[in-house]
């Protein structure tokens, strides 16, 4: 190997590791230093689970060219490439709820009452200790188990001729830190990070092969050169346009949509409703809540919920599956928060739409931004 292709190589790999594992730093200092930055950042529909969309979904582009490159070089099927293709791009999709939100589309039944997220995706219908067995197996069987294996000459020559190619083994310490990250969930909602740090690195340990494939016509993906001397500004290019995408895409998600006045009486209205339930005494709250109003009836058996003055809006137009799974007229749950502190004796309680935007901008104590609510009179 040249001395120039080398040194582009193990530049790469510093570069590659030090930004799937610098996002553990910034999330970090935004949790100590920028609290409410951080509950923002994290929020859905922002700019970090936006980033990870982008990230899987480029994977699974950059993907599918490897299963080209790798069918055209080798002269065989490329199962192995189209095989994570989809696996990112599936990810991808229920990142974003296959779009649910960004449409306002309502999904089906099965998942409203099945999917304690009220959205469609599957991986919130999957009981949660097999969801983190299956995203930690995932971590580590393809960021580290398989690069390690595929050090040993015999088990990489049996990986070849199945038609498997391993990330770069010096990629292992941006996977380990991934492993690692979500086993010790260090801060609030690590998970977000940690599909962060997973789709970057599913990007970044593809990308090689792609590149190096393009610039080797003839040649096998194995023997090809390894590293293209451009590679380290492939890397920060591909970086920077997840990042791009992902602060554009949650400045798009904040824009205002579908606020049509009549919407947003209906709205009002159905909050209207919602706290004189509360207020009847027939539904009792209780302190440190913040939940769906959906998955408040059924994990508290709060059912008279369903049958008081909001259920009764089906009589004046109101879908029956928004009324019997409590959703706004954007199909997004409605949401009960129930704040109280000790000290001071004070208790806020209010329920709540994200409103038309779709997206949560009340604080603990207040109804913020386009959020539609209502603060409830719990003496």
Known sequence: MKPGKSTAQVFYLLIANALVIGAIAYAAVLERYFADFYYLSIQEDEYVEWASFWAFLLASIV???????????????????????????????????WGQRVL????????LEHN????LNI???????????????????????????????????????VGIVTPHVGLLPAFAATALVYYYYPFSHSGEWVELMLGTGILFSVLPFVLAAARAPGK????????PSRLPAWSLGVW??????GLASGAASRAQRDAHPGILETAATEIEALKSDFESGRVRSRCSLHKRLYTFVVQY????????????????????????????????????????????????????????????DSS????????????????
């Open 63 to 97: 993907c599918v060219v490897a299963a080209r490159r790798y069918r055209r070089l080798e002269q065989r099927s490329g199962w192995y490439f189209y095989g994570l293709a989809l696996f990112c791009f599936l990810i991808a999709m229920e990142e974003i709820s």
């Open 104 to 111: 306002g589309y309502r999904p089906p039944v099965y998942f």
């Open 116 to 119: 304690y997220q009220q959205e």
């Open 123 to 161: 991986h919130n219908v999957v009981p949660t200790d097999y969801r983190k067995l299956i995203l930690m197996l995932s971590i580590v069987g393809y960021g580290i188990a398989l690069p390690l294996s595929g050090s040993f000459k015999s088990v990489q020559n049996g990986l070849r001729r």
């Open 220 to 227: 096998s993906p194995q023997s090809a050169a390894k590293t």
């Open 240 to 245: 920077t346009l997840v990042l791009l995408l």
């Open 301 to 360: 058996e709060q059912d008279a919920l369903l049958r008081g003055a909001f259920s009764r809006l089906e009589e004046q137009g109101l879908p029956a599956e928004r009324a019997d799974f409590l959703l706004d007229p954007w199909n997004s749950p409605y949401w009960i928060r129930d704040r109280c502190d000790r000290a001071t004796r004070r208790r806020v309680v209010f329920v709540y739409s994200f409103g038309p935007n779709r997206r949560r």
């Open 364 to 379: 603990a104590l207040e109804i913020r931004g386009d959020d539609i609510g209502a603060y409830i009179d719990t003496r």
